[in-house]
């Protein structure tokens, strides 16, 4: 009984990590956190993206930090800490599949999706990075991406019409 449980918890943190995310880089990394995650919105030959890395990836480091303490409580008895770091770890990865390596081709290889899922997925998070600077953006998951017409609209309504095309971010 306590595996089906500890599975529950998991696979419910990865949910909740969804709604913790798209809250996140809304109101703190679009917001007071924008200092570190202005870099992720720049060109790549910027300077604040010189380098493997970026200053928007010491947001990975904190969530690391915070699943490996809670795996740590609950390793020391603080149960179900220890799944609930499991299930932030799991979503972790899943953020480092769908946006590091599917959305900004942060892989030594490129891979563009023809259709499904992962293509709207990759298209939200494209027209994320439509705009310049933090406001005014739409899509703000990771992993649950609204349809594209609505996001096309949103930024319509936003920015009283279309966008004008711009370089890779």
């Given amino acids: 009984m306590s595996y089906v449980l500890n599975t529950l918890i998991?696979?419910?943190?990865?949910?909740?990590?969804?709604?913790?995310?798209?809250?996140?880089?809304?109101?703190?990394?679009?917001?007071?956190?924008?200092?570190w995650h202005r870099s992720h919105h720049e060109p790549h030959d910027s300077p604040e993206r010189s380098?493997?890395?970026?200053?928007?990836?010491?947001?990975?480091?904190?969530?690391?930090?915070?699943?490996?303490?809670?795996?740590?409580?609950?390793?020391?008895g603080w149960y179900p800490l220890?799944?609930?770091?499991?299930?932030?770890?799991a979503y972790g990865f899943l953020y480092f599949l769908a946006h590091d390596g599917l959305v900004h081709q942060r892989w030594p290889f490129r891979y563009v999706p023809r259709r499904g899922y992962l293509k709207r997925l990759y298209q939200a998070h494209r027209m994320h990075h439509a705009v310049n600077g933090k406001d005014g953006c739409v899509?703000?998951?990771?992993?649950?991406?609204?349809?594209?017409?609505?996001?096309?609209?949103?930024?319509?309504d936003l920015h009283g019409g279309a966008l004008k095309r711009q370089d890779d971010r």
Wanted: no cysteine.
């Fill in 82 to 89: 220890q799944w609930i770091g499991a299930g932030m770890t």
């Fill in 51 to 76: 380098g493997w890395f970026e200053k928007n990836d010491l947001y990975a480091v904190v969530f690391a930090g915070v699943a490996i303490a809670l795996i740590a409580l609950g390793t020391a």
């Fill in 10 to 35: 998991v696979v419910l943190t990865v949910a909740g990590m969804e709604a913790f995310a798209w809250f996140a880089h809304k109101y703190i990394m679009h917001g007071w956190g924008w200092a």
């Fill in 139 to 156: 899509s703000f998951g990771f992993l649950i991406a609204p349809p594209v017409s609505t996001l096309k609209r949103q930024l319509r």
